[in-house]
């Protein structure tokens, strides 16, 4: 299954850990966002206004990541509230709202929680190991209906 791992930015060795796990499961990674943030560094507010078609390759490149998946999962543990996490994973509800991604997990302790989170598409994993259970199921939410 192709699969786009979101997360905070700064929480990026975690989204690794994920990445890792599912593409040892078999899986896809559709864009593995951690690499441009940490091989060019985190671009700051500064950073964003002093190059801006770098910071549109980068919004460019996570969007068309989570437009090609099959599966988003959110990463939910975060100190830090993220901002571009929020974007993915309304881009993901739309998708699947409209039939065109069958499932969204969301993994974590929901340190920053939004109503989103309790949107009746996400299925929720525990753990990791839960997550892949999950996924090799194959059942969605939008089969329950």
């Known amino acids: ?31 593995d966002w951690t690499q441009s943030e940490t091989g060019s560094g985190f671009m700051t507010a500064a950073d964003k206004q002093e190059n801006p078609n770098e910071a549109s390759r980068r919004a460019v490149a996570d969007l068309d990541g989570v437009m090609e998946c099959e599966a988003y999962i959110i990463c939910t543990s975060n100190e830090v509230a993220g901002k ?25 302790d929901m340190n920053h929680s939004t109503i989103f989170y309790s949107h009746p598409l996400i299925q929720h994993a525990r753990s990791l190991e839960d997550l892949l259970k999950q996924l090799s199921t194959g059942k969605t939410k939008l089969q329950e209906k």
Do not use: W
Not at 7 to 20: A, H, L, T
């Open 1 to 31: 299954m192709k699969v786009f791992v979101s997360g905070q930015v700064k929480d990026y060795e975690y989204v690794r850990e994920v990445q890792n796990l599912l593409e040892e499961a078999g899986h896809t990674i559709t864009h």
């Open 84 to 108: 571009g996490m929020y974007v993915e994973l309304g881009a993901a509800l739309a998708m699947a709202k409209y039939g065109n991604l069958a499932h969204i997990y969301l993994i974590g």
